[in-house]
């Protein structure tokens, strides 16, 4: 699950609802395979059609995300970066005590990263946090900084993430595929047999 650390800077676009809404999936997909696994052992034809059934509309439902994913992973850049423009923006109007989570977050990301500011120091307009300083301790002024902006290394960390979500939903559509293509034959032959209907 994706950690929602940065969630007072990236306010259009929250990361974890992709993850709750697979974790969410998850578990409905494991009720249903529960729902196979038992029409299979006590031979029911009936939970059979309603395990081929529901995980077949449940398939067609990952499907749809996985495009709308695919299509809005363009425009999620775009508000990435105004979002995180927004956010510094508000730093830096802000007084000392103020947006206090913000700042935390901001500081976060800096140190992580090691970077500076949305595109590097200078967006700072001369007042560098401690944040941004390269030295360990930082007591040299003026303060030696990151050169690099930290929007770049953000964005490369989403899609890291989110190209490990995608691997994730990939494997579990060919292990759904395989568990409908193998509830088929057993349909058939509970059906040619006469069974499953008792």
């Known amino acids: ?16 609802y992709a993850s709750n809404c697979l974790i969410v999936t998850g578990a409905i997909v494991c ?9 299979s052992l006590r031979e029911n034809h009936c939970m059979l059609i309603s395990f081929y059934i529901v995980l077949f ?23 990435f970066e105004a979002d995180f423009r927004h956010a510094l923006d508000v730093y830096i109007q ?5 947006n206090q989570t913000l700042k935390d977050e901001f500081h976060s990301i800096q140190a992580r990263f090691d970077c500076c500011g949305v595109d590097g ?9 401690i944040s941004c300083c390269k030295l360990d301790p930082c007591n040299v002024f003026p303060i030696i900084s990151w050169e690099e902006g930290c929007l770049g290394k953000l964005k490369a960390w ?3 993430n989110f190209l490990s979500l995608g691997a994730g939903v990939v494997s579990i559509a060919i292990l759904q595929t395989l568990c409908i293509v193998m509830s088929c034959p057993i349909m058939c032959n509970f059906r040619m047999t006469g069974r499953g209907y008792k």
């Open 158 to 160: 989403f899609e890291m």
């Open 31 to 39: 009720c249903v395979c529960y729902l196979g696994i038992l029409g």
């Open 1 to 16: 699950m994706f950690k929602s650390q940065y969630g007072s800077i990236i306010n259009t676009f929250k990361p974890h």
């Open 94 to 98: 802000s007084t000392p005590t103020g």
């Open 57 to 79: 509309l449940l398939m067609l439902v990952e499907l749809a995300m996985a495009c709308i994913f695919l299509v809005v992973g363009r425009e999620i850049d775009k508000y």
């Open 121 to 129: 120091p200078l967006d700072w307009n001369g007042t560098l946090p």
